[in-house]
Structures are given as C-alpha cells and as structure tokens.
C-alpha cells in the first residue's frame, strides 16, 4: 500500500483510510498520460499497437511542431478525465478528426475520428508518460508536406489518397 501510494502520487493521511482501499476494486490505467499542465488526464486500457508521424500541415499548426507524432487506439479504450476541459475542433471537411485542446495549456490532448465500436482516440505520444511502453512509430504519412527529412527507413506515403489507404492497413492489422 505504501508503494501504490507514492506512485500515485497521493498523501494518505489517516491510516484507516489507506486500510479502506481494497486493491481488487483498483483497476489500474496501463499507460497514463495528460496533456502538458496535467488538467486533462487520459488512461489506456490497453497497451498500444498503432503510432505514425503526420506531417500535414493541419498537423503541424495544431502540434506546434514539425510534425504529428500520434498513438492510436481504439476510443473506448481510453478514459479522458476532465474532457469538459477540453476545447474539440475539425479543421477540414468529413473523414476529419476532432481535435482537441486543453483550456488551461491549450496544448493537444486528444483527437477523435470516427463513431460508435469505429471510434478512434489519436493521442499526441509525448503526452503518455511510459515513453517505453508505446510501440515505435509505423510510418510517415503526407510526408510531401515535411518541413524536414525523417532521419529513419520507415515508410513514407505521399498524398492524402496514400496516406489514408496507409492508415487503413495499419489499423486493420494492429487494433
Ligand atoms: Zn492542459
Ligand atoms: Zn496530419
């Protein structure tokens, strides 16, 4: 008890309530993670097979980055914490993600595409926190839009029809 008190980061101050918490009821996340001020907290029950590099340009505004380096698992998979605190945009017309970004940080969360037992969770990878647990990435896609060279022998798709057939095959063969 003392052990999963301090990875949690919780102060138990009376003992009597450290002896009321049954470790069978505690169903833990198998990869934790949030976004960059920690508001926003998202759980993995499962412990991801999919994760690509995007390098469109609605990708790169909405990172801040170059690039996209985003984990993906199935939606319900995931438990968002504070999701009200989470501002939910689409930049593009239909199949497009909803995107979402912490009102507090106003850093990436999480994006959504997708509905129902088809939903999809996109998880900017640098905001889980056992960087050893997430798969490497598959591969780059709209890769023509790179504002620089991927110093890796992944595959690199070119154009949104590659791209999203890329896509395609990666999440029939790993989710
Ligand atoms: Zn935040
Ligand atoms: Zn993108």
Redesign the pocket.
């Known amino acids: 008890m003392q052990g999963y008190a301090r990875i949690c980061g919780w102060t138990l101050k009376k003992p009597q309530f450290q002896e009321s918490i049954s470790m069978t009821k505690y169903t833990p996340s198998l990869l934790h993670g949030?976004?960059?001020?920690?508001?926003?907290t998202l759980d993995a029950k499962v412990i991801p097979t999919a994760r690509l590099i995007c390098h469109c340009t609605i990708c790169q505004r909405f990172m801040g980055k170059s690039f996209s380096d985003v984990t993906v698992i199935a939606a319900k998979q995931l438990e968002v914490k504070n999701i009200e605190?989470i501002s939910f945009k689409k930049y593009r017309p239909p199949p497009n993600l909803a995107r979402g970004?912490?009102?507090?940080?106003?850093?990436p969360?999480v994006e959504f595409i997708g509905f129902g037992p088809f939903k999809l969770a996109f998880i900017p990878s640098s905001n889980f926190e056992s960087q050893h647990l997430l798969p490497a990435p598959y591969m780059h896609i709209f890769y023509e839009k790179r504002l620089e060279n991927a110093p890796d022998n992944l595959p690199k798709y070119n154009g949104y029809i590659s791209s999203q057939l890329a896509i395609g095959k990666m999440l029939i063969s790993r989710l």
Request: overall charge positive; some cysteine; aromatic content about 0%.
């Open positions: 949030s976004c960059e001020c920690g508001t926003c605190q970004l912490c009102l507090n940080c106003k850093k969360v």
